[in-house]
């Protein structure tokens, strides 16, 4: 990997400046989901046992200027709870306030200044804020990957103005997408589900030119059904992408990337739980049906391939997951997956939002090879996209 990590940094005595993602969820002042404050514990450790100071930069939610809903102090709190040590929380990320609480900590202690989105700088990426913020460090952390799909000062901004090192999280989070689909062991074969093609035609675009099979599941399956001239009957599909979805069969085509689409499907006239279902194959759904799961025949049909690849990306769910029993292909396959990462014989990355919903109701999230828990920028990773703040920490 082409960028510093903690083992090149020399940290006694340093201030250093780490870049987390505390953007946990809250219901009346307290964290929900500690998630992601439990990621970056290890590069928190790390920094103070190494003797540095530890000045913690983190946005949350999204503050027009100040605002004491979206202030950072609760998750202080949450912090120190699972450091079992105190976090110095200081009511401003720059100014004197930071100056002198940043000069009167000792080495090895931890402060987690006031949301940087309070400031307008932090978004627009001001060289002014950029300076205001280096002024409390002699070294720079990016440990936020979930935010390196944006250019701000505090997660690209610093890279370029002080030494700039990935944290621990950062650095296991690129390693596992490297080896997914950057550096992958092969054949290689990509999921790709969810409720819409719309929200993904670059991430189809990218993923036909990488990878050996793409299994498409879920509603967008639909369009591409359509596409192919199955009558998908009321299911979500979105006709007028039709023509697209032909054009990604081409650029698959030429590319080697075989296209698995479901050939059966559980269907049902209500979207609900339990609605009363059938299995039909994939040419028999009735004009008042909606497709929301992927049949048993499907499912065998993905898990043999899987059987025959090294490396796995999956992003979105097969079915309506939420809705049993429209969870059972999702589920199936996932279990599958992981019992093969647990042989030793696939890597299996999966992230986007509703699918680490997925993993967890399946009850394997911890059982793949890595599980991203960034939303926008695991989805702009797997476009193929350069992130900037990955892309600031590659200067060598
Ligand atoms: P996405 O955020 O694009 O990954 O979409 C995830 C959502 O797609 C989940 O909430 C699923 O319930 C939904 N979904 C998956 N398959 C279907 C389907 N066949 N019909 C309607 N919604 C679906």
């Known amino acids: 990997m082409n960028f510093k990590t903690l083992d090149d940094a020399d940290l006694a005595g340093k201030r250093v400046l780490v870049r987390v993602d505390l953007n946990v969820p809250m219901e009346d002042g307290k964290v929900t989901d500690a998630t992601r404050i439990d990621r970056v514990l290890p590069t928190i450790r790390e920094i103070a046992e190494k003797g540095g100071k530890v000045v913690l930069?983190?946005?949350?939610?999204?503050?027009?200027?100040?605002?004491?809903?979206?202030s950072l102090k609760p998750v202080a709190v949450a912090l120190a709870h699972a450091l079992e040590k105190p976090v110095i929380f200081v009511e401003d990320c720059i100014g004197d306030d930071a100056a002198k609480a940043v000069a009167a900590a000792k080495n090895g202690e931890v402060l987690l200044l006031e949301n940087t989105r309070f400031h307008a700088g932090d978004e627009k990426n001001d060289p002014a804020f950029v300076q205001a913020l280096a002024a409390n460090g002699d070294l720079y952390v990016n440990d936020a990957f979930s935010a390196a799909h944006r250019a701000h000062a505090s997660t690209e901004g610093l890279a370029h103005v002080l030494p700039a090192y990935a944290g621990r999280s950062m650095q296991a989070e690129l390693e596992a997408l490297s080896a997914g689909l950057d550096n992958p062991a092969r054949p290689v074969m990509a999921i790709v589900g969810g409720a819409k093609v719309s929200t993904k035609l670059d991430l189809l675009g990218n993923l036909v030119k990488k990878v050996d099979v793409l299994a498409i599941g879920g509603g967008m399956a639909n369009t591409f059904l359509a596409a192919r001239?199955?009558?998908?009957?009321?299911?979500?599909?979105?006709?007028?992408?039709?023509?697209t979805a032909r054009e990604i069969e081409e650029k698959a085509k030429a590319a080697g990337c075989e296209i698995i689409?479901?050939?059966?499907?559980?269907?049902?006239?209500?979207?609900?739980?339990?609605?009363?279902?059938?299995?039909?194959?994939?040419?028999?759904?009735?004009?008042?049906?909606?497709?929301?799961?992927a049949g048993s025949l499907s499912v065998a049909e993905v898990v043999l391939k899987l059987d025959h690849v090294k490396t796995l990306v999956w992003n979105g769910p097969f079915g309506a997951f939420e809705l049993p029993p429209f969870d059972t292909a999702t589920v199936t396959v996932a279990k599958a997956a992981a019992q093969r990462v647990k042989d030793g014989t696939l890597v299996a990355i999966a992230g986007g939002g509703d699918t680490v919903a997925a993993m967890n109701?399946?009850?394997?999230?911890?059982?793949?090879?890595?599980?991203?828990?960034?939303?926008?920028?695991?989805?702009?990773?797997?476009?193929?996209?350069?992130?900037?703040?990955v892309e600031a920490l590659r200067k060598g």
């Open 57 to 70: 930069l983190a946005h949350f939610g999204r503050p027009k200027g100040r605002d004491a809903k979206d």
């Open 261 to 293: 689409l479901p050939v059966d499907a559980l269907v049902a006239r209500e979207f609900k739980a339990h609605p009363g279902h059938r299995v039909v194959t994939i040419d028999d759904v009735a004009a008042d049906e909606m497709i929301l799961d």
């Open 361 to 389: 109701h399946a009850g394997i999230a911890d059982d793949l090879t890595y599980v991203s828990t960034a939303g926008g920028a695991f989805l702009e990773w797997m476009e193929g996209k350069p992130l900037p703040g």
């Open 229 to 243: 001239g199955v009558d998908v009957g009321k299911s979500l599909c979105e006709h007028d992408l039709v023509a």
